[in-house]
């Protein structure tokens, strides 16, 4: 079964339909965690909508990364979409993805979106990524990284273990992160043409990277911690 999660919060709520009528049609279940939302907020595409699931959830310390909590209803041969609420996924995503994830036999997690810190420790957990593909841009060549942007993300149930994944408040790239080299899974970013995936326009920003931004020295000190003195 092709299974699809993903995370919202009310203030996307103007921009979550463009998002899940852009991967509905080529998924199996919707599983969609509602952060911080009142039930009487909860719109009628989410509610008719028969391939989509939902919880309400108010867990601000996990926030986004409660999302990947429905997978422990999946079985070991699903497929898992991590989805983010403010971007459009062209119409062959889930086919490439799936294609790409067999040629490294199922093994791999397959991103569209990702990043590498070589150097510890960081000085700065923005001006400091190495390799960085953004799902906007080209990239030619697939190319392994060690930071997956999770929003854009593929993976075998069968590589997911719940009670092993360390969650980090508003950081849920970084908890993947963590989890994939813990378990010695490589992190593909796959080659595309341009604008293959596209971002929503929107007035809010980016809600939870500009916190990160506010705090970037905060930010910087828990990617030491994790990914460097973790080691």
Known sequence: MINCIM?????????????????IKQVDRLYISLNDWNKNEIPIFIRNNKKIKYTICNNSGINVCE???FCKNFKSFDLIFCIDDDILYPPDYVEKMTSKL???NNKAFITVHGYSYIDF???DFIKDKKDF????SEVKISKK???????????????IDIDKISFIPYNNDLCMSK????M???IICIEREANWLSPISQNIGNKVFKLKEKNRDKQTKIINEVLWNGQ
């Open 7 to 23: 995370g919202t919060i009310p203030d996307r709520i103007s921009i979550l339909e463009l998002s899940i009528n852009s991967i």
């Open 121 to 123: 420790p960081i000085n």
């Open 184 to 186: 010695n899974i490589p």
């Open 102 to 104: 067999a040629v490294y």
């Open 133 to 136: 593909c953004h799902f906007k």
């Open 67 to 69: 999302r990947w909590l």
């Open 145 to 159: 990284v060690s930071v997956p942007g999770v929003g854009t993300m593929l993976s075998p149930a069968s590589l």
């Open 179 to 182: 989890y994939a080299r813990d």
